[in-house]
């Protein structure tokens, strides 16, 4: 069946199904996306005629996004987060990458395991089991000792740590495997010509790491900004903007600003995303 | 000297590691398993016991959402795989080089898509005055609107849009590495088309195929979003008992022992796959 | 220790051990200033962990190293004024000509007016003026060779220490390159070890070669000591084609004698590497294809050759390669022999035609089996 040379209907058939598939990926993103510019009150059809005002209107009912103040502030929050999120992933995710690539140590297929094994975990369960070491501790620390440790409550505290637990696995794997292309004899040899070892890490190595870096920093970026699962039991009152989304989806009903977030979060996704692309594709060029 | 300063190095590596991997997943783990033994026996007292997972097995509505959860995301990973290896397919070994490229990306957009707008999308899709149903009003097919959503098939397709992804990149990735020469010399041996899919493509791509399922199953049997979104109050997901135990009841101890065995039985599930396949965590999941 | 600095480089029992594998057994040799100086070997022999413990990547487990007379074990590699060329260059890709050669030098803090005269300056020396702002993708293998080189010579290093750097170039270029190198060497008069397993890169180019084998240096010698007047019976079989007999000695004045090989050939031969060999003795027999001469059985001129051996049998095949071409003669033992011919291209020696070798007993370089040497 899978053969480039047969008989035309077949290959006729087989694209037919490829752009069918392609339909069913993109049906969801393009009712989630137009509806934002649907002149309604409703994200439904009829089309009502072409608006910017979920986007801008400053009056209800038609209250555009960017004058909509807790959708603006989980945006923010969401920005923070992924933020943070991002750049400990990436630190992390690099000092991983030399430890699995350069170090020597016993048990290292264990721990290697032991760094993907979040990720197959199920979001909601690395979620709760942080919430409830979190809070754990912190009610230890206040029955015997009196201390209220705030940042081990629920909030952005524990919501970057609890994405982070993740993330850091994604981010550790793509670094490693740009870092295990690197060609040692570099460093050799810029140590040879003269360098410090901390020189040859600044002007050789992390320069080499660099496109995988910012490719891995983009894709913690989105993936902290979309999670909800482990989010949703570790996020306290400065909730981001997945969770303040779902609570007006529950609560409000479906209207279309919320098409109009995503539609926003489309487009911005998809451009940090096409960034990604073509810094990881500078590095094959090389 | 120089051998302390790689031991230093390595100290240095191995902390942020150590570090994240203990407070982040490993003591939180223990702490889950320790609070899902304690067991309420009267308000603020507590006991050492298995009276949380006793409770799941006395009660058979817990039990059977697990068994439905895990059901419904093994049909998923199954339909995930046969819709998603012939497009996997097609990018890896029919699109030209140019087209290649986009259609990869074009698989990919939705993955930078947020579940929750993926979710709403079906929704407006699917639901009573949604598009499919006014579409089909528009055309008289129907006489009056009906509601496509808040049923198993709306969960099952919402999930299998929202997971097939993590089954079409591994299966690329790997069927990109295959030599295009193999199947060529399987047709040439005298091979048909199923028997050269069946003994020359599937077992190439087998560690592709079981870092799909893996991951396909493991988030699908983790989603809360889509199966709430989509199949309404009554879609009995076990992720609903997690949070429902946790977050409407209080019930930390339950919650956290609900928890395990969710962590259990998929850990479960993707042991006997990767056993009945012979692969492995580390080449499989970690190579994608 | 007061050296006059006469030798860039000395080792001494220079030693290397990985666990219980001894890669380097105690080598010593000098390298006088200014020449050219290769470490021949087949891979595996140490060359290669040699090189690195001169350029301090590698800490020796015994024996010392000396630069200009000063030791330089405990000094670092990044201290040490040995440069070294890698086998793939190691040119750094996300920098431009100009960032590469100029590495050593911003890392040794010269004033950037300076490292912008001696970048121009070393570019113009190896004939490429004009690359200093091109990226590493965009020169030609050779080209690369010597940015790398150059990119080492700028430092002024007391020893250029370079790893089989012509491997990963195509035939004709490394003829080229070979020439190139030896030349740069010349204008540069700065020491160049080179490390290598291709006998024909080490005997072009050097004024001195050791032949390493197992860890240890078998001899060295100028490169026509070493084909000619071989110390050992590896260093004959490794340095140049041979064609080798096994045998024992039947009759023997220490210097030379008869002896009969295993196929039952008798044979005169000549006693190499300085040694005795006595009576009884299984010996190894090297005589170079160039040496021996090929006649037609039935040939006019077939007394006019001279030489004390003589063997007939029939042409097998002929290998033509130009000037070296060489004919294969099976013998009447059923072994097959190598000798070289001139071919005219008329009445040229043909496959299946019987013919007569005939070689000189001086040619015959002898060595006792087992520890002789």
């Not at chain 1, 040859?200 to 999670?227: H, K």
Request: with cysteine; aromatic share 10%; hydrophobic share 50%.
């Amino acid at each position: 069946m899978l053969a480039q040379n047969k008989t035309t209907p077949f290959l006729l058939g087989y694209r037919l199904y490829v752009v069918t598939f392609f339909i069913f990926l993109a049906a969801p993103l393009i009712s989630a996306g137009a509806f934002a510019f649907n002149d309604s009150l409703f994200p439904a059809l009829p089309w009502q005629g072409f608006t910017l005002d979920w986007f801008f209107g400053d009056t209800e009912p038609k209250l555009g996004m960017f004058h909509d103040r807790r959708l603006l502030q989980g945006l923010y929050y969401s920005f923070v987060i992924a933020i943070f999120v991002a750049a400990l992933s990436v630190f992390v995710g690099t000092t991983n990458a030399f430890l699995f690539v350069r170090g020597d140590f016993p048990a290292k297929n264990f721990f290697y395991i032991m760094m993907v094994v979040p990720l197959v975990i199920p979001g909601v369960i690395l979620g709760i089991s942080i919430l409830v070491l979190a809070s754990d501790t912190a009610n230890m620390m206040e029955r015997r000792f009196a201390i209220e440790l705030e940042f081990l409550r629920p909030g952005i505290l524990l919501v970057v740590l609890g994405q982070f637990s993740f993330i850091a696995t994604i981010t550790s794997l793509v670094i490693t495997a740009r870092l295990k292309k690197f060609d040692e004899t570099m460093e050799e040899a810029a140590y040879n010509l003269g360098a410090s070892r901390a020189r040859v890490l600044r002007t050789i190595t992390l320069p080499f790491l660099r496109p995988a870096m910012i490719a891995a920093g983009i894709v913690a970026f989105l993936v902290s900004f979309e999670n909800f699962n482990t989010t949703l039991f570790l996020v306290g009152s400065e909730a981001p903007l997945t969770i303040t989304m779902y609570d007006r989806m529950a609560k409000v009903g479906s209207t279309p600003v919320l098409n109009a977030v995503s539609f926003f979060l489309m487009v911005g996704s998809g451009l940090l995303a096409l960034m990604s692309v073509l810094i990881q594709r500078d590095k094959t060029a090389r | 000297m120089q051998k302390d300063i790689k031991r230093l190095s390595l100290i240095l590596l191995f902390a942020p590691f150590t570090l994240w991997i203990l407070l982040l997943v490993v003591l939180p783990h223990i702490g889950m398993v320790i609070l899902s033994l304690r067991e309420k026996v009267a308000p603020r007292v507590y006991e050492f016991g298995f009276g949380n997972y006793l409770e799941f097995l006395h009660e058979p509505i817990y039990w059977n959402t697990l068994i439905r959860t895990g059901s419904m995301s093994l049909l998923v990973t199954a339909l995930a795989l046969i819709i998603g290896f012939p497009i996997a397919y097609y990018i890896a070994k029919i699109a030209g080089p140019r087209a290649r490229g986009g259609l990869f990306l074009l698989c990919l957009i939705p993955l930078w898509v947020s579940d929750l707008i993926r979710s709403f999308g079906w929704i407006l899709l699917l639901r009573e005055t949604g598009v499919i149903s006014s579409f089909l009003v528009w055309t008289g097919l129907i006489g009056t609107p009906v509601e496509f959503l808040y049923n198993d098939a709306a969960v099952i397709v919402g999930l299998v849009y929202t997971v097939i992804l993590f089954m079409i990149v591994p299966l690329v990735s790997t069927l990109d590495g295959m030599d295009n020469s193999m199947i060529e010399a399987g047709y040439n041996l005298g091979g048909n088309g199923f028997t050269v899919l069946r003994r020359i493509i599937i077992p190439y791509a087998m560690p592709g195929i079981v870092a799909g399922c893996i991951v396909t199953f493991m988030l699908t049997a983790g989603s809360y979003l889509t199966p709430i979104l989509l199949g309404g109050k009554n879609s009995s997901w076990f992720t609903e008992q997690i949070y429902n135990q946790f977050i409407t009841r209080f019930n930390w101890e339950g919650g956290a022992a609900f928890g395990m065995l969710l962590l259990l039985f998929t850990s479960l599930v993707i042991w006997l796959g990767l056993k009945l396949s012979g692969q492995t965590l580390a080449n499989t999941v970690a190579k994608s | 220790m007061k050296h006059t600095p006469t030798y860039d480089l000395e080792c001494q029992d220079l030693a290397k051990n990985f666990g219980s594998f001894r890669a380097v057994k105690g080598v010593s040799f000098d390298i006088p200033s200014g020449s050219f100086f290769s470490i021949l070997g087949p891979s595996g022999c140490g060359k290669t962990t040699l090189m690195r413990m001169i350029a301090g990547f590698e800490d020796p487990s015994g024996g010392d190293i000396r630069i200009k007379g000063k030791s330089v074990l405990g000094t670092p590699p990044n201290k040490r004024n040995v440069k070294m060329v890698f086998q793939h260059l190691a040119l750094f890709p996300m920098m431009n000509v100009y960032e590469n050669i100029a590495y050593g030098l911003r890392c040794n803090g010269v004033s950037s007016a300076e490292i912008k005269r001696k970048v121009h300056d070393v570019l113009e020396r190896i004939a490429l003026p004009d690359v200093a702002e091109r990226e590493i993708h965009q020169l030609s293998g050779g080209q690369k060779q010597r940015i790398a080189i150059a990119r080492c010579m700028v430092l002024d290093p007391d020893v250029l220490l370079l790893d089989e750097p012509l491997g990963a170039l195509d035939l004709k270029l490394r003829e080229a390159m070979k020439i190139e190198l030896k030349l740069l060497q010349h204008q540069f008069n700065t020491t160049f070890i080179y490390i290598t397993h291709d006998q024909s890169e080490a005997l072009v180019m050097s004024d001195n070669v050791a032949i390493m084998n197992q860890g240890e240096f078998e001899q060295i010698g100028t490169p026509q000591e070493l084909y000619h007047h071989p110390k050992t019976a590896f260093v004959a079989g490794f340095v140049g084609d041979s064609n080798r007999w096994s045998g024992t000695v039947t009759s023997s004045d220490g210097t030379g004698g008869q002896v009969e090989t295993d196929q039952g050939l008798p044979m005169t031969f000549s006693a190499a590497g300085g040694t005795k060999i006595n009576e009884g003795s299984k010996v190894d027999i090297f005589v170079r294809p160039e040496f021996i001469h090929a006649i037609r059985a039935n040939g006019a001129n077939k007394s006019s050759a001279d030489g004390d051996n003589r063997l007939s049998g029939v042409v097998d095949s002929l290998l033509f390669n130009g000037a070296n071409s060489r004919v294969l003669v099976r013998a009447q033992g059923g072994e097959l022999v190598e000798a070289d011919v001139t071919l005219t291209g008329n009445n040229d020696i043909k496959p299946g035609e019987d013919v007569e070798l005939v070689w000189s007993s001086r040619q015959a370089m002898c060595f006792a089996q087992n520890g002789g040497a």
